[in-house]
C-alpha cells in the first residue's frame, strides 16, 4: 500500500541553522509534491510545489528538492528563525492528493 | 481576499447525534474538498467537489458521512450517527481549478470531540 514518511515527529534546531526536513515514499509514483505549513490550531498554508520533471525549487529561504528515484523529497530552511517553528507537511499527488503526518520543527533562540 | 469560512469552530457531541459542517470557499475557486484530520495525523481527504460535481469520494465513509455543494458554491459536510473515532479537526480547502499540484488554500477547521 502507498505509504508517506516525514522523517522524526519533531525536530528541534538553534536559531541561524539550517533545517532539513525529509519526506519519505513507497508504492507511489506522484506528479508533483507540495510543502505546507501548519500552525497550532489553523489549516495548513501552501509553501512551495515542485512536479516529478523539477530536481530542485527555491523561494526566498526555502529550497525543495525532489528525488523520484530515491523517492524522496528534501526541503530546507535556511537561516532559521523562531518564527518558522510549525508543522511542515509534504503531499504528494496525481489525481488526488496525500499527506504525510508532519514534522513539528521548533527554532530555539 | 477573503478566505475559505468555516463554521462551527468547536463542536462537542455524544456518539450516536448528528452534526453539520459548513464551508464557504474563495470566490471563483471551482475546486472545493472536506479533509479529515486526526490528531498527529496529516489531513486525510473526504471528498473533492468539482463546481457541484463528485471528484473522488472514494474515503468518504458513506454510511455515515455525507456531503453536498449546492450551486457549486458553500458545502455542508454532515456525519449521522457519529461515532468516537470521528473525533478530528474537519478541514475544508479550495483552489482555482483542481488541476494536479494547484495549490490549496484551508480554512481554519472545525474541531469535532465526540463523547
Known amino acids: 500500500s502507498q505509504k508517506i514518511e516525514q522523517n522524526s515527529e519533531a525536530l528541534n534546531i538553534q536559531e541561524g541553522k539550517t533545517a532539513t526536513l525529509t519526506c519519505n515514499y513507497t508504492?507511489?509514483?506522484?506528479?508533483?509534491l507540495q510543502w505546507y505549513r501548519q500552525d497550532p490550531g489553523r489549516g495548513p498554508v501552501f509553501l512551495l510545489l515542485i512536479r516529478e520533471n523539477e530536481k530542485e525549487k527555491r523561494k526566498e529561504r526555502l529550497k525543495v528538492t525532489f528525488d523520484t528515484t530515491l523517492k524522496q523529497s528534501l526541503f530546507h530552511i535556511t537561516a532559521s528563525q523562531p518564527a518558522d517553528s510549525a508543522t511542515y507537511l509534504c503531499a504528494l499527488g496525481n489525481n488526488d492528493m496525500r499527506f504525510g503526518a508532519g514534522t513539528r520543527l521548533t527554532v530555539k533562540p | 481576499e477573503a478566505g475559505v469560512a468555516q463554521s462551527p469552530r468547536y463542536k462537542i457531541i455524544e456518539k450516536r447525534q448528528s452534526v453539520a459542517f459548513w464551508c464557504n470557499p474563495i470566490?471563483?475557486?471551482?475546486?472545493l474538498y472536506w479533509y479529515q484530520q486526526i490528531l498527529g495525523q496529516g489531513p486525510k481527504l473526504l471528498i473533492q467537489f468539482q463546481n457541484n460535481g463528485v471528484v473522488d469520494d472514494s474515503q468518504l465513509p458513506k454510511d455515515r458521512f455525507s456531503a453536498e455543494r449546492l450551486k457549486g458554491v458553500d458545502s455542508t459536510l454532515k456525519i449521522q450517527p457519529a461515532k468516537l473515532e470521528d473525533s478530528a479537526v474537519y478541514l475544508c480547502a479550495s483552489s482555482f481549478s483542481g488541476r494536479g499540484g494547484d495549490e490549496q488554500f484551508f480554512g481554519p477547521g472545525t474541531r469535532l470531540t465526540v463523547l
Open positions: 508504492n507511489y509514483s506522484p506528479a508533483y
Open positions: 470566490s471563483g475557486h471551482a475546486t
